[in-house]
């Protein structure tokens, strides 16, 4: 939808993009900086593999003052992006017809990773009126004895959803019946989450061994570009990780990494600023969205994702009569008569909704909301 929504513009039309997954601020001064001096001070030959020690300090310093979690710098691994360590610890994990269960909606790439690995997905479905969460019977019912992994996002892409401590621990309970089943668990969203403090599943002991947190720097402090993430797990994961990694693309960026150290050392400044202006934004979407006859939404607790179902529109017709079926149809629909860029659900697993992210401005999102109940009230 991104690419179809540049072709547009390309046109010289004015096209909105909620499509996109990114922070629309800038990288903090700070850590500008960083990267300036690292250049300066010529930080630019071969990194080790799972990175600087410095940079693995500094995120063994932040999951200790941030999370309460002890790790040492053994068990953290450095990469190019949470993506290439969700990647690395899917291919080092899954072996040829092993589960993965994967609760729906669930970030696009999480399935395609299983598929390269040979594995096989096993999704739990849920809806908006569960706000997207599984239940402990849910997760229960999915497990087999081929299942390996257990993988989800909280603060979740695409849906925003954020697990409770309670909610959490009632999950734990259920893999501390099964211990052969790996948990990953993707906290990149960790700092844009508007309740009071996030909550890790591996604060719980009993199962934290086997817990891989992947986090990274895109989200928390706009680092998209630079490609920076990590995983922290047990020690043998950790050395399984550095070992493909090393036979792939090897340390990552330098530069990047000296940045990373002063991004964690420096603090949350910058990152509270960012999630003031999207907790403002989200109440505005959310009023937006209310509005709209049709649609249906919840109040996400964080990331920066509306999902709102909008399957009350599938069989209804445009003027030219094409009939919405489904929700890349409905996307496809609002890109064209409304210009606006949003995701169909079923990239994410769910078809009942679209993806709307309100990283864009103020002014954006009312127009682009307005253009969206337009749109919609065409529909017939
Ligand atoms: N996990 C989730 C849930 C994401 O939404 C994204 C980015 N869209 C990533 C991982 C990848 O992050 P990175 O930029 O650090 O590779």
Same mark, same amino acid.
């Given at each position: ?12 039309i004015?096209?909105?993009s909620l ?25 630019t ?5 799972p ?17 309460g ?5 053994s068990q ?9 360590s969700?990647s690395n ?10 589960e ?7 970030w ?17 479905d849920?809806?908006?009126?569960a706000?997207?969460?599984?239940t402990?019977?849910?997760?229960e ?6 299942t ?6 909280s603060?979740?892409?695409?849906t925003?959803?954020?697990y ?10 259920v ?8 948990i ?25 061994d086997?817990? %891989?947190?992947?986090? !990274? ?8 570009g630079? @490609? $920076?993430? /990590?995983i +922290? ?9 550095d070992k ?8 990552t960026c330098?530069?990047a990494?000296r ?11 910058s990152?509270?600023?960012?999630k ?15 509005d709209?006859?049709?649609v249906?939404?919840?109040?996400p ?17 445009d ?20 210009? %606006?860029?949003?995701? !169909? ?9 679209? @993806? $709307?992210? /309100?990283? +864009? ?20």
């Amino acid at each position: 939808m991104t690419k179809l929504g540049r072709e547009l513009a390309a046109k010289g039309i004015n096209v909105i993009s909620l499509s996109v997954g990114e922070p629309d601020f800038n990288t903090p001064d700070n850590v500008k900086e960083a990267a300036k001096q690292a250049l300066d001070d010529n930080y630019t030959r071969y990194s080790p593999v799972p990175g600087y020690p410095e940079l693995r300090q500094a995120i063994v310093n932040k999951l200790k003052n941030e999370n309460g979690l002890d790790y040492e710098p053994s068990q953290i691994v450095v990469s190019t992006g949470a993506k290439q360590s969700l990647s690395n610890v899917i291919l080092t994990l899954i072996n040829p017809g092993d589960e993965v269960i994967i609760p729906t909606p669930y970030w696009v790439s999480y399935s395609e990773m299983v598929v390269l690995a040979e594995g096989k997905s096993v999704f739990i479905d849920t809806d908006i009126d569960a706000d997207f969460k599984i239940t402990p019977e849910q997760l229960e019912a999915a497990i087999t004895p081929r299942t390996k992994l257990f993988m989800f996002s909280s603060p979740c892409n695409p849906t925003g959803s954020v697990y409770s401590k309670e909610e959490l621990a009632a999950l734990a309970k259920v893999f501390e019946k099964h211990p052969g089943i790996f948990i990953l668990s993707d906290e990149i969203y960790e700092h844009i989450n508007f309740i009071d403090k996030h909550e890790s599943i591996a604060q719980f002991d009993s199962i934290k061994d086997r817990v %891989i947190i992947v986090n !990274g720097f895109s989200k928390a402090y706009a680092m998209t570009g630079w @490609r $920076l993430g /990590y995983i +922290a797990a047990n020690k043998e994961i950790a050395a399984a990780n550095d070992k493909l990694q090393g036979q792939t693309t090897s340390g990552t960026c330098s530069i990047a990494q000296r940045a990373g150290i002063v991004a964690y050392n420096d603090g949350l400044e910058s990152v509270q600023k960012m999630k003031e202006a999207f907790l403002r934004r989200r109440q505005l979407v959310y009023d937006l969205l209310n509005d709209i006859p049709g649609v249906k939404t919840n109040l996400p607790e964080g990331a920066f994702y509306f999902f709102p179902e909008i399957s009350s529109f599938f069989g209804k017709k445009d003027a030219q009569g094409n009939v919405i079926k489904d929700s890349a149809d409905l996307a496809l629909y609002l890109l064209n008569e409304g210009h %606006i860029a949003t995701v !169909g659900g079923d990239a994410f697993g769910n078809n009942n909704y679209i @993806r $709307l992210s /309100y990283a +864009a401005s103020d002014e954006n999102l009312k127009e682009a909301l307005r253009r969206m109940k337009e749109a919609l009230g065409k529909l017939s």
